[in-house]
């Protein structure tokens, strides 16, 4: 998955990608829900990725101690972007 992918989830509820992140080679996803209009909703979470036999699906990242390390490098990505940025400017 990219940024910028849609996910429908089995309730068929969509999530936006909005960054991604590998920590130990497996990939997470920082998504925000999103509406029929694909305009986003205040509703935000972490998926994991899951790639069994090239069968690629999400699941949803309820571990703390996994969110926390995932939010750090996220917001990591984030900044970096904002930084280089502003240098561009």
Known sequence: MNKEDIITLEDNVEYMVLDIATINQE???????????EMPKNNYKYFQEINESNNIFVE?????????????????????????????V
């Open 27 to 37: 990939k997470y996803l920082f998504c925000v829900e999103i509406d029929e209009e």
């Open 60 to 88: 949803e990242v309820e571990d703390q101690d996994v969110i926390e390390a995932i939010s750090a490098i996220f917001t990591a990505n984030h900044l970096n972007n904002i930084t280089n940025g502003e240098q561009d």
